[in-house]
């Protein structure tokens, strides 16, 4: 039995179901890596349709950002974030996929939709985006967590409910 708090215990079947329906599942019953494991959650990213040539605008930016994730990735160091800020439809998301064509590693994305094309909740995605990262610490890995604002935007108000951000972070 794993304990999840003081309060109430559960199995490890259960647990496992708080990422995606039938994930303990497949866990349980299917041979095969994380990735298959994980399918229903997160997604291998597709090739970019752009190239780094397709923002001359950012090359400030990306002559100082390549080369830190190059090193990032050479040394593997842990906990790296970037943000990529912006309106809807500027290309954040191929900037990402072509970041990480370029750097020539895997690049997985945090689904926002499940099976059905129903969208999924911030606090779902926020497990599924710490078990992925669990999965994969051992190789050169991207993970796109994109519209992360379903995490930071999901509580109801000022004196309201805290948001999925608020009630995860440490202290």
């Keep these: 039995m ?3 708090d003081r309060r109430r215990s559960h199995d490890l079947k259960d647990m496992l179901d708080l990422l995606s329906s039938g994930f303990a599942d497949k866990l349980m019953s299917e041979s095969g890596s994380p990735v298959d494991w994980l399918r229903d959650m997160v997604v291998s ?3 970019p349709h752009l190239t780094l040539a397709d923002y001359p605008y950012l ?3 990306l002559d100082f950002l390549l080369p830190y994730l190059q090193q990032i990735l050479r040394t593997r160091q842990k906990g790296v974030n970037v943000f990529l800020y912006g309106i809807p439809g500027t290309g954040k998301t191929q900037l ?3 970041l990480a064509h370029h750097l020539a590693c895997t690049m997985y994305e945090i689904a ?8 999924v909740d911030g606090a779902q995605r926020l497990r599924a985006f710490r078990t992925a990262q669990a999965f994969f610490q051992k190789s050169p890995t991207l993970m ?3 519209e992360v604002e379903d995490v930071f935007n999901d509580g109801n108000g000022f ?3 805290k948001s999925t ?4 972070k440490l202290g």
């Design 96 to 98: 990402a996929r072509v």
């Design 2 to 4: 794993v304990v999840l």
């Design 45 to 47: 990213s597709s090739l």
């Design 165 to 168: 951000a608020q009630t995860r």
């Design 159 to 161: 004196f309201g409910r």
């Design 112 to 119: 926002s939709e499940d099976e059905d094309g129903d969208p």
């Design 59 to 61: 090359k400030d930016t």
């Design 144 to 146: 796109l967590f994109d």
